[in-house]
């Protein structure tokens, strides 16, 4: 949190990569990853890859103390460098959005809508009250969680943004779809200059601890897991390359201290492993269908296997 008070907020980015850049676009995200944890006033930071069909995007979330850090950065020569470099990568532009944590209203999870609308000039009162009017009419759908509405913020967003969260995504897809809802928005198609829906599945609710506290965290089995699975290689290779031959071996250290350097060296490496990890196992972490959580976990013991069978022979 802010020291001085002030609520926390969240850059909401949402990005559509070419399928055959996915690879690429991991690897600068990574990088920038590396960027933004420098930059003053920066918090946290977590993406989330596309979870297709409901999400086709990357969510990408990066916490700051306050407004006027989060706009610092957006407004940065490091930011647009980083910009720059990952256009080509890319299917159409950006969904940039500044959220207040600490604003009223649900937050979203564990499946959303991310609606931005860009109203004409003069037109603000008139769509405040049609929103209000939607507003009314989708909390009595079916699944619907929660909703938040956030204005214009000048010189960093144009758009409003609405967040509607409900409990599955085919509650939320009925919604969007629904005769009620075409109906709303036809009556507001004089209001607006631009208007488009994002669906974001899962994962924002944890970045937002004291808004939200209707989902469990993630099991600590799973976390351990994940340590393991990183910890395991690390452990064994340093020993068998690093420790052994060269620390005990060439330099003469003795047994404790060449196992200190190792596990220091470990704990560094974990520091960036198990992130990196863990991102590309969210959907087995937070999983939205039953299926994913046994096909998480056999992964998980197929490569502790692979890993056994492959350190049996070195």
Sequence with gaps: MSTNGAATVTIVTQTRVRPESDAIFV??????????????????????????????????LQRFVDGASAQAWLHSDQRFARVEQVMPLLIGSDDVHLVSDGGRGALPSPVSAVISSRIKPGKEAEYRRWEQRIAAAQSKAAGFQGYRLEPPVPGVQDDWLAIVRFDTEPHLQAWLD????????????????????????????????????????????????????????????????????????????????????????????????????????????RPVERYQEFAGTALIVALFGLMLLGFSRI
């Design 27 to 60: 690897q600068w995200q990574d990088e920038t990853s590396r960027v933004v944890a420098g930059f003053p006033g920066f918090l946290e930071q977590k993406a989330m890859p596309p979870s297709p069909p409901g999400q086709v995007d990357w969510v990408i």
């Design 178 to 285: 629904s005769p009620e809802r075409r109906k709303l928005l036809d009556e507001a198609g004089d209001l607006h200059q631009e208007f488009h829906a994002r669906i974001a599945r899962t994962g924002f609710d944890q970045w937002f601890p004291a808004a939200t506290g209707d989902r469990s965290p993630v099991a600590v089995w799973k976390q351990n897991m994940l340590v393991l699975l990183m910890l395991y290689p690390v452990v064994f290779l340093f020993g068998a390359f690093v420790q052994g031959p060269l620390l005990q071996g060439k330099a003469g250290l003795s047994f404790p201290v060449a196992l200190l350097i190792g596990n220091v060296v470990s704990v560094l490496l974990l520091n960036y492993l198990v992130p990196w990890t863990s991102l590309r196992f969210a959907w087995w972490l």
